[in-house]
Every structure is written in structure tokens, then in C-alpha cells.
């Protein structure tokens, strides 16, 4: 079955934006693409006349309709594919995708998937505890000067979104799993881990990591994050059991 991209289900997240002005500038660039969704956490100056001085009068509907949240882990909460930009590389920044690659990926799980797209404050971008929020990664390729304007990043995304959203995409994606469901899978995972000392307690996040970007490569869906929590869930009772036991 032929489908094109469902822009209503792709919204841009601003993580700490620094300055309004860049908040304004990005609002007109996603609606210049045709997505209306805009979130925003954490910003160290929400002005909203400058904001709207900056996004004009056209983009107004979009302003007005921004969600502001305080912590990135309740702002992604809903959505079921989450998609980082980053400009540096290397470290826990492996596997990582341009922006023309990624958007024709995104046609078929924006499908049945809510998608965004985030991006980190202007002065440091995302840091790693932020990006293992994230299925993807994504890089603008630059010349030598690798720092772009928060509001041209996100109008180079979101374009690369629209035109391969303009052709017929036949790969299906199923509903995946809720960013709120990977992220309680990911704690549960971490307390039993810890527990029977599967890993070092001092650095747990750095292996729970390795599981992340194995278990993004699967592309879970609920039902299956509902089976390793039972398992998980299972291990805990089991252990619990033995030590009363005396075991």
C-alpha cells in the first residue's frame, strides 16, 4: 500500500532554547513545511510578543498552540519514535544518519507513530543523557563551520520531511512503542540488572545504553515491551523467592 508522509503526527521539540527570537524563527520554518506541532521544554526565556514578532502574524496559530513542558522525559512521553540532532560525533554518537536518509524512513512510521523531532539548546546542542531518548540520530553535513542557527536546523529537517513526504512510500512500519513505555521497560531493566549483578551499579547507564540502541534496532512495539517487563517482573519475584527461601 502506497502512503505519503502524516505530517500531523511529526512535531519539532526545543530542548532549553536559549532566546525567544529563535523560538519564532523556528515556528515560521515548521509551518513554511506544513507541521503545525510545536513543543518546547525548558526555555530560559519564553517571550511571547517577541515570539510572535519573530514568527509573524501568519504563523500565529502555530504560536499559540505551543505545549511547554518542564522536563524532556514528560515532553516525549507520547510520542513513539523520537528522533535527536546532533553536530558532534563519535562517543555514544555511533549511529547516526542525514537528514535526507532519515525522512524517507520517516514516511512509513509516521504512519501510525507520533514522531519528534528534537533539538538541544543553541549554545551545546544535546548531551548524551538526551540523546538516549532517541530510536535515531540525524546530522546536518557541513562544511567546517558545523554550527547552524537553531531555526535553520530545524527548517533543513523539516524540509528534507516534506519533499520525501511529497513521493509514494510502499514499506509499512507498525505502531511502535510509546516513548513513556521504553523509558519504564528501560528503568525496570536497569533496578533487576543492577540487582543480580548483570552490571556494574556505579555506571548502570552506560550499559543500559548498549541495550537502548540494540533494542531500537528491533523497533519494539508494546506488546513486546509488555513481555520483557512480565520476564523482568518474573526475575524479581523469583529472587525475592530464593532469598526467602534460603537459596
Given at each position: 500500500?502506497s ?13 532549553k532554547?536559549?532566546?525567544?527570537e ?14 503545525g ?25 502555530v ?10 522525559k514528560?515532553?516525549l512521553?507520547?510520542?513513539n519514535y523520537v528522533?535527536g ?15 535526507s ?8 512510521i ?7 523531532i528534537?533539538?538541544g539548546?543553541?549554545?551545546r ?13 540525524a ?9 547552524l542557527?537553531?531555526?535553520?536546523a530545524?527548517?533543513i529537517?523539516?524540509y528534507?520531511i ?5 513521493e ?6 507498525p ?6 513505555e521504553l523509558?519504564g521497560?528501560?528503568d525496570?531493566?536497569?533496578?533487576i ?5 548483570y552490571?556494574n551499579?556505579?555506571?548502570?547507564d552506560?550499559w ?11 523497533q519494539?512495539r ?14 524479581d ?6 532469598y526467602?527461601d534460603g537459596?
Open positions: 500500500m502512503s505519503k508522509v502524516n505530517l500531523n503526527n511529526i512535531s519539532i521539540v526545543l530542548h532554547p536559549r532566546y525567544p529563535n523560538i519564532g524563527s523556528a515556528a515560521r520554518a515548521i509551518r513554511n513545511m506544513g507541521i506541532q510545536m513543543i518546547v521544554v525548558d526555555p530560559q526565556n519564553f517571550d511571547l510578543a517577541t515570539i510572535l514578532k519573530t514568527a509573524t502574524h501568519a504563523v500565529s496559530d504560536v499559540e498552540r505551543i505545549e511547554i513542558y518542564d522536563t524532556l514528560e515532553a512521553a507520547p510520542y528522533v540532532t546532533t553536530a558532534r560525533l563519535g562517543g555514544e554518537r555511533q549511529i547516526i544518519t542525514t537528514p536518509k532519515l525522512a524517507a524512513r520517516l514516511v512509513s509516521s504512519q501510525k507513530n507520533r514522531i519528534a528534537l533539538f539548546p543553541e549554545d546542542g544535546l548531551s548524551n543523557k538526551d540523546i538516549r531518548h532517541c530510536q535515531a540520530l546530522n546536518i553535513p557541513t562544511a567546517e563551520f558545523s554550527s542557527n537553531l531555526a535553520q530545524v527548517i529537517m523539516c528534507e516534506f519533499i520525501a513526504g511529497g509514494e512510500n510502499k514499506e509499512f512500519s505502531r511502535l512503542a510509546g516513548r513513556h523509558d521497560m528501560y525496570q531493566l536497569k533496578d540488572l543492577v540487582r543480580i549483578s552490571i551499579p556505579e555506571n548502570p552506560y543500559i545504553n548498549k541495550l537502548c540502541h540494540f533494542f531500537t534496532r528491533l519494539l508494546a506488546k513486546e515491551v509488555s513481555i520483557i517487563r512480565g520476564i523482568c517482573r518474573q526475575i519475584w523469583y529472587g525475592k523467592k530464593c526467602n537459596k
